[in-house]
C-alpha cells in the first residue's frame, strides 16, 4: 500500500488550492490517528505510535489516568489515611454511584444530547424503592420494589425522550423542567418526611441495606476475579487469534498480552485491597456487592455500544446524524432507547442511593441536584466528548473514580460541602476545556 | 447541539433541500408563507388590511405576544375562580403580583439578551441572589447607589467569565452556565456565612431604606397620576411623531389608526395599572396607597434595553449573530467580543433582579429566601412564553415583561390557594411544568410555520 | 411500492440500441409555484458515464432526488430494466439497486471506513456485530476499486482526505449490488491530483457495467469522463446525446441559453420507447 502522505505532496506547485493544504494537516494527523494497534508489529512500535497520537492531540484515556494518579498522590501527602485501605474501600463505593451516573449520562452525551435528570432520577428511585418497601406501608417484596422501580424510571426516561426525539425539543430543556419536575414528585413520595431501610428485622429493608453495604466473602472474591479475568483474558485472546485467522489486521500479541496482565493486577489488587478487615470492630472484608454490579452495567453497556448494531447507530448519530438518517438508521427510536437506558442505569444507582444513605429526607433529594454535574464532569474526564459521537463506558468508570477521589479527599480534609461543589463545578470547566482543546485540529473517533 | 452552543436549524451544511418527499425543500420555499405574512403586514394601508395581515402572520406560525395575553386572560379567569374568596384578581393581590413579577421580567429581560444568540444562561438565579447579597451585605457601610453600582459590575463580571469560557474558548453555554450555577450557589452559601446565614436591612438607617423602598416603597396617588400622564404623553408623541416622519418621507410605516390604537393601548394599560395601585390596600388605620416605585424602575429597564436591543448596533449584532453567525462574522462582527459583553450585560441585569428580589422579600437575605434552580426555569420560562425563541435572533425586551408578568401571577395564584402539603413539591413541579409547556408551545407553533427541523 | 408487472425484459448491456438502465419520460416536478422539472426525458444505459449539466436552479438536484426516491414526480413515468417503476423512498431505490451519493458524502467522522460502508447495513453474528466479516467485504470493495492510498481500512474517516472520502463514499455505494450510481458534485471540493483519483474511479465502475450519472459543473471532468451529456435549462432537458456531439463551447450555450447556434440535438429515444 502506498504512503497516505504521497498524493498530497504531488500537488502541482503554485496550486493556490486550500484544500490541498488541508489534506497536508490531514494527512499528518492520519498518520497520527490510525489506531496505533492496528498497525504496530511489536509492543515497541505500538508505544511509539501511541505517543505520536498522544501528541497528535487524541490522548484517549491518558488525562485520566493522569488525574487519578494527581488525585491520589496530593490527598496522600495532605493526608496519610487517603491510601489506606479502609479509606479507598470507602472512596470504591462512593465512587460506584458517580460512575454509574457517569454510564448514564455517557448514552445521553454520545448521541450529542444531555441528560440533566440523572441526579433526580437516581433520587427518585430511591425514595420509590424505600417506600415500596416499608412494611408498615407498601411492604412489597424487595425484588418487585426494585423491579418496579427500574421500570418507572424507564418510563421517566422514555417520556423526556419522546420529547426530544420526537418533537426535537433541546434536551437541556427538557431534562432541566424534567429534573424540577421529578423533585418536586420524589418530595411528594417522601411525604415530606422521612424514610429508611435500616431496620435489620425486616427482611426486604434488610436486603436493599445489604446490596450496598454487604460484600462477598474474601474467597468468593477471588474465584470471581479469578473467573472475569479468566473469560475477559480468553475472549480477547481468541478474537485476535480468529482476526489473524483470517488475515485481518490485529495488534501484537505482546500487547495484548499487557492488556490481560494489567486487567489481571488491577484485579488482584481491587481484591487484596478489599480484603483487609476494615472494620473498627468485628470484621469486615471482602469485595463489596457493588462493585460486581458496576462491573456488570459496565460490561452490559460495552458490549451494547460497541458489539450491537443499536450502539453503532448511536455513534453513528452523534457523529453525523444527516448520514445516520440517509443509511436508513430510525433516529427517533434510537434517541429515545439512550434516554430510557440513561434513565434505567440511574435508576439503578438511586437503589444503591438508597441503600448507601439507609435514611432519605428532602434534604437528601435536594441535594440530589448536584448529582448530575458530577455525572457529566466524570463523563467528560473519562474522555467523553460533549459534542457527541466520542467516548467509552469504561472513561465513565475511570472518571467517576477521579470525582469520588476528589470528593473523598477533600472530605477527609473537613471542606464543606459548599465548596466541594465549587471545586466540581471548576474541575468540569476545566475537564470541558481539555475537551474542546483537545478537538482542535484533530479529528474526532468512536 | 452544534460546536458553538448553536441550535442548528438546517439540517445540512452546504445542502438546501431535505430528503424527506415534499415536506421540506430549499429554506426560501418553505418560509415563504410566513415571509409573505409578514411583507403584507409591512405594506397594509389601512387597519383592516393590517389586521387581516397580522391574522394570516399569526396563523402561519409567527404568534408574538398572542399565546403570552391569551395565557394572561386564562391564568387570571382560572385563578379568579379556583382561590379560595375568589381574590385573586383583589387590588392588593394584583399589587403583590405587580411586585413579585418584576424580579421575573427583569430576570427574564436579562436572559433575552443571551437567548437571541441561540445561547442560554443557566446560571441567572444564582447570579442574582448572589448580586442582592453583595448589595445587601455593602450596603451597611456604602452609600445605597455605591453598594448597587459595585453589585452590578461583579454581577457583570461573573457574566463576563462565563461569556469568555463559552465565547472563547468554545464551551458549550449550557455546560458553562451550569458550573456557574453551582459555583455561584455554593459562593452564596459561604458569603452568607453558612447555610444559616442571612443578611438583613436595617430600614432605620435612611441608606439601606432606599434600596427597601425600590419595591416596598410608593408613589404618592396624585403623583402617580401625573407621571402616567407624563410618560404615556411623552411615549405616544414619540410614536405618533416618528410614524408620521417615516411616511412623511415616503418609508415603511404603519396606517395612523394602528399606531392611534397602540397609544391608546398603552395608556389604557397605564390607566388601569394606577388605578390599581390606587386602591388603598392597607387598612382603614393605615393606608398604602400608590405606584411602588418598582413599577417605574422596571419601565426603565424595559425602555433601555429595548433601545439598546432595536436602535444600537450592539443590539443588531445579537440578532445577527443568533440568525446566522457566520453571515454576522463575515460582515465583521467580532462574535467573540459581543458575546462576551452580551453574557456581562446579562448578568449585570440579573443582580438587579436580584437586588429587587430581596427587596421585594422585605429586605431579608437568607438561604430560604429563593431557589436559584427555580428561578432560572421560571426565568426561561417567561422569557420562552413571552415570545423569545430558545433557537435564537427573535425575541424583545417586552417579551420579557408580558412573560414576567404571567410566571409572576402563576407563582402567587398557586401559593395562594391552601394546598398543605403539595405546596413544597408543588414549588419545584410548577417551574418544571411551565418550562416544558413553554418551550413545547415554542416548539409545536414553529413547526406549523414549516420551518427546516433539526435532524 | 416499486411496481413488479412481469418477468424483466433483458437487460441492457451498453451501446445505444439495447434498452437503457434507467429511462424517464416526461417527469413533471413542481414545488408550490416553482415548475423544477418540466416534461424531462432521460436515458441512463448500464456501462455508459452519463454527465448532467446545467446551471444553477436548472433542476440538476431534484432530478438527481426524483430518481433516488426523495421526490416523488407530479407527471411522467421512470422505467427501471424496461419495467415502470415507482420509486417512493430511498429503500424502494436501494432495493432496485440505485445508489446515490450526495455532495456531502453522508459519513460520519467519528466512525472508520468500515463502520461507514456498513452503516444501516451492518452484518450480524449470533446477534452482535460481525466486525470481520464486515472488514473483509469493504477491503475487498476497496480493492476491487483500486483504492489503494488508504493506510488503514479501521482509519477514522475524519482523517482521511477529500479524494479518500470520496472513494468511501462511492464504494459505499457500490457494494450492494448496485445497477446505478448516481453521483452530485464528486469533484467539487478536491484538488487536482484527488479528483483524478476520483474521476479514474468512475471509469471502473462504468468498466463494471454500472450505470453511472455524474452531475458536473466541472466541464473538463465531464468531458474527460462522460459518454453522454445531458443538459438541464430551466427545469427542461435541452439536449442529450452522446459527448462527441458536444464541444465545451455547445455545452456551455445549451445551460446557459437552453439552445446553440444551429445546432440542438433532440433528446435521444430508444427503440422500445414507443411502448
Not at chain 1, 121 to 133: W, Y
Not at chain 1, 374 to 390: C, E, Q
Not at chain 2, 212 to 217: A, E, I, T
Not at chain 3, 225 to 231: L, P
Request: glycine fraction near 10%; charged fraction near 15%; aromatic fraction near 6%.
Amino acid at each position: 500500500m502506498s504512503d497516505v502522505t504521497s498524493d498530497s505532496s504531488q500537488a502541482p506547485a503554485g496550486a493556490t488550492d486550500t484544500t490541498t493544504v488541508a489534506d497536508l494537516t490531514a494527512a499528518h494527523e492520519a498518520a497520527a490517528d490510525v489506531p496505533p494497534e492496528l498497525v504496530a508489529q511489536s509492543l515497541g512500535q505500538y508505544l511509539r505510535a501511541s505517543w505520536a497520537r498522544v501528541r497528535g492531540g487524541n490522548s484517549g484515556v491518558l488525562p485520566v489516568v493522569l488525574a487519578i494518579v494527581v488525585v491520589a498522590v496530593s490527598f496522600q501527602i495532605a493526608n496519610p489515611k487517603f491510601l489506606s485501605a479502609q479509606n479507598l474501600v470507602n472512596l470504591f463505593e462512593q465512587s460506584s454511584i458517580y460512575m454509574l451516573l457517569a454510564i448514564a449520562e455517557i448514552f445521553a452525551l454520545l448521541l450529542g444530547e444531555i441528560d440533566l435528570s440523572v441526579g433526580l432520577v437516581m433520587g427518585l428511585g430511591s425514595v420509590v424503592v424505600a417506600e415500596l418497601v416499608q412494611p408498615t406501608g407498601a411492604n412489597w417484596p424487595w425484588w418487585a420494589a426494585i423491579i418496579v422501580t427500574l421500570l418507572a424510571c424507564c418510563a421517566v426516561g422514555a417520556i423526556q425522550g419522546t420529547l426530544v426525539a420526537r418533537l426535537r425539543m433541546p434536551s437541556f430543556i427538557v431534562t432541566l423542567g424534567g429534573l424540577l419536575i421529578l423533585e418536586g414528585v420524589a418530595i411528594i413520595v417522601l411525604g415530606g418526611g422521612l424514610v429508611g431501610i435500616g431496620n435489620s428485622q425486616y427482611r426486604n429493608e434488610l436486603v436493599l441495606y445489604n446490596i450496598f453495604w454487604g460484600a462477598f466473602t474474601p474467597l468468593v472474591s477471588w474465584i470471581l476475579l479469578a473467573v472475569i479475568v479468566g473469560a475477559t483474558g480468553t475472549g480477547l485472546w481468541m478474537r485476535d487469534a480468529r482476526k489473524r485467522r483470517h488475515g485481518l489486521e490485529t495488534p501484537p500479541r505482546s500487547l495484548t498480552a499487557l492488556k490481560i496482565v494489567l486487567m489481571a493486577v488491577a484485579g488482584i489488587a481491587l481484591v487484596v485491597i478489599c480484603n483487609v478487615n476494615r472494620a473498627h470492630v468485628g470484621t469486615i472484608e471482602g469485595v463489596p456487592y457493588i462493585i460486581a454490579i458496576v462491573l456488570i452495567v459496565l460490561g452490559a453497556s460495552t458490549v451494547l455500544l460497541q458489539r450491537t448494531r443499536f450502539g453503532r447507530y448511536v455513534y453513528a448519530i452523534g457523529g453525523n446524524p444527516e448520514a445516520a438518517r440517509r443509511a436508513g438508521v430510525r433516529l427517533p427510536t434510537i434517541r429515545i432507547w439512550c434516554f430510557v437506558i440513561s434513565a434505567l442505569i440511574s435508576g439503578i444507582a438511586g437503589v444503591l442511593f438508597a441503600s448507601w444513605q439507609v435514611s432519605l429526607t428532602t434534604n437528601i433529594i435536594k441535594a440530589a441536584n448536584s448529582y448530575v454535574l458530577l455525572a457529566v464532569a466524570a463523563a467528560v474526564i473519562g474522555g467523553t466528548s460533549l459534542f457527541g459521537g466520542r467516548g467509552k463506558t469504561i472513561h465513565g468508570v475511570l472518571g467517576g473514580l477521579v470525582i469520588g477521589g476528589i470528593y473523598n479527599g477533600l472530605y477527609l480534609q473537613g471542606v464543606s460541602s459548599q465548596w466541594i461543589d465549587v471545586v466540581v463545578a471548576v474541575v468540569l470547566l476545566a475537564a470541558a476545556t481539555i475537551d474542546v482543546l483537545s478537538r482542535r485540529g484533530a479529528p474526532r473517533q468512536a | 447541539m452544534g460546536p458553538d452552543g448553536e441550535l442548528p436549524v438546517t439540517t445540512v451544511p452546504g445542502e438546501t433541500a431535505a430528503v424527506e418527499p415534499d415536506t421540506t425543500t430549499a429554506a426560501d420555499l418553505t418560509s415563504a408563507p410566513e415571509a409573505a405574512a409578514e411583507v403584507r403586514e409591512l405594506v397594509a394601508q389601512s387597519l383592516g388590511q393590517y389586521l387581516r395581515a397580522w391574522w394570516l402572520k399569526v396563523r402561519s406560525g409567527d404568534s408574538g405576544v398572542l399565546p403570552v395575553l391569551l395565557a394572561m386572560v386564562v391564568v387570571a379567569v382560572t385563578f379568579q375562580i379556583i382561590t379560595p374568596q375568589h381574590s385573586f384578581l383583589r387590588p392588593s393581590n394584583l399589587v403583590y403580583i405587580f411586585g413579585l413579577s418584576t424580579v421575573y421580567m427583569v430576570l427574564a429581560i436579562a436572559e433575552t439578551v443571551v437567548l437571541l444568540l441561540a445561547e442560554i444562561d443557566l446560571s441567572v438565579g444564582a447570579v442574582a441572589l448572589i448580586g442582592g447579597v453583595i448589595a445587601f451585605k455593602l450596603v451597611q457601610h456604602w452609600p445605597w447607589w455605591a453598594a448597587i453600582l459595585a453589585a452590578l459590575v461583579s454581577c457583570g463580571v461573573f457574566g463576563a467569565l462565563q461569556g469568555t469560557l463559552t465565547a472563547r474558548l468554545k464551551i458549550p453555554s449550557f455546560i458553562v452556565t451550569l458550573a456557574g450555577f453551582l459555583l455561584f450557589s455554593g459562593i452564596l452559601i459561604v458569603v452568607l456565612g453558612g447555610a444559616d446565614g442571612s443578611v438583613n436591612l436595617d430600614t432605620s438607617k435612611f441608606n439601606q431604606l432606599v434600596i427597601y423602598d425600590l419595591v416596598q416603597g410608593t408613589i404618592p396617588p396624585v403623583v402617580s397620576w401625573i407621571l402616567l400622564a407624563v410618560v404615556v404623553g411623552a411615549v405616544g408623541t414619540t410614536l405618533w411623531l416618528r410614524a408620521a416622519r417615516r411616511r412623511r418621507q415616503g418609508l415603511v410605516a404603519p396606517p395612523a389608526s394602528v399606531t392611534a390604537i397602540r397609544i391608546a393601548l398603552v395608556a389604557l394599560v397605564g390607566i388601569a395599572v394606577v388605578a390599581i395601585c390606587n386602591v388603598n390596600r392597607g387598612t382603614a388605620l393605615k393606608s398604602v396607597q400608590g405606584v411602588p416605585w418598582v413599577i417605574p424602575i422596571v419601565l426603565v429597564v424595559l425602555g433601555i434595553w429595548t433601545l439598546v436591543l432595536g436602535r444600537t448596533r450592539f443590539g443588531r449584532y445579537l440578532y445577527a449573530i443568533g440568525g446566522n453567525p457566520e453571515a454576522a462574522r463575515r460582515a465583521g462582527v467580532s462574535l467573540a467580543g459581543i458575546r462576551t459583553w452580551a453574557f456581562a450585560f446579562c448578568s449585570a441585569t440579573a443582580g438587579l433582579g436580584g437586588l429587587l428580589l430581596g427587596a421585594f422579600f422585605y429586605g431579608q437575605y437568607s438561604t430560604n429566601t429563593a431557589d436559584p434552580g427555580q428561578l432560572v426555569l421560571y426565568t426561561v420560562a417567561a422569557a420562552v412564553i413571552g415570545g423569545v425563541s430558545l433557537f435564537g435572533g427573535r425575541g424583545k425586551a417586552l417579551h420579557g415583561v408580558l412573560g414576567g408578568l404571567l410566571i409572576g401571577g402563576i407563582a402567587y395564584g398557586v401559593s395562594l390557594l391552601n394546598l398543605g402539603s403539595l405546596s413544597t413539591p408543588l414549588q419545584y413541579i410548577l417551574p418544571g411544568a411551565v418550562l416544558l409547556a413553554a418551550v413545547l408551545i415554542d416548539v409545536l407553533s414553529r413547526r406549523g410555520a414549516g420551518s427546516v427541523t433539526r435532524v | 411500492m416499486t411496481e413488479v408487472n412481469d418477468a424483466p425484459k433483458d437487460a441492457s448491456s451498453g451501446g445505444d440500441e439495447a434498452e437503457p438502465l434507467l429511462k424517464l419520460r416526461g417527469i413533471d416536478k413542481h414545488f408550490g409555484p416553482v415548475q423544477a422539472l418540466y416534461e424531462v426525458n432521460l436515458d441512463l444505459p448500464a456501462g455508459q458515464v452519463t454527465g448532467l449539466c446545467g446551471d444553477n436552479g436548472a433542476g440538476k438536484s431534484v432530478l438527481t432526488r426524483t430518481i433516488a426516491g426523495a421526490h416523488h414526480p407530479d407527471h411522467g413515468q421512470i422505467y427501471f430494466e424496461g419495467r415502470p417503476v415507482h420509486i417512493r423512498s430511498s429503500r424502494d431505490a436501494a432495493a432496485l439497486g440505485i445508489e446515490t451519493v450526495y455532495q456531502d458524502l453522508a459519513l460520519a467522522d467519528n466512525l472508520d471506513i468500515v463502520q461507514n460502508m456498513f452503516l444501516g447495513r451492518e452484518r450480524l453474528r449470533r446477534g452482535l456485530l460481525d466486525e470481520d466479516a464486515m472488514e473483509i467485504a469493504a477491503a475487498d470493495t476497496l480493492s476491487t476499486l483500486r483504492v489503494t492510498t488508504v493506510r488503514s481500512i479501521r482509519q477514522p474517516v475524519a482523517s482521511l482526505s477529500g479524494g479518500q472520502r470520496q472513494s468511501v463514499a462511492v464504494a459505499k455505494a457500490v457494494m450492494w449490488n448496485s445497477k446505478l450510481v448516481l453521483l452530485d458534485e464528486p469533484t467539487a471540493a478536491l484538488g487536482v491530483v484527488q479528483t483524478r483519483q476520483v474521476l479514474d474511479l468512475i471509469k471502473r465502475l462504468r468498466d463494471r457495467g454500472l450505470a453511472v450519472m455524474v452531475i458536473s459543473h466541472n466541464l473538463n471532468d465531464v468531458f474527460e469522463v462522460a459518454d453522454r451529456i445531458a443538459v438541464l435549462y430551466l427545469g427542461r432537458m435541452v439536449a442529450e446525446a452522446p459527448v462527441t456531439d458536444f464541444d465545451r463551447q455547445s455545452v456551455v450555450e445549451y445551460m446557459t441559453t437552453g439552445g446553440a447556434n444551429g445546432r440542438s440535438p433532440e433528446p435521444a429515444r430508444s427503440a422500445s420507447d414507443e411502448g
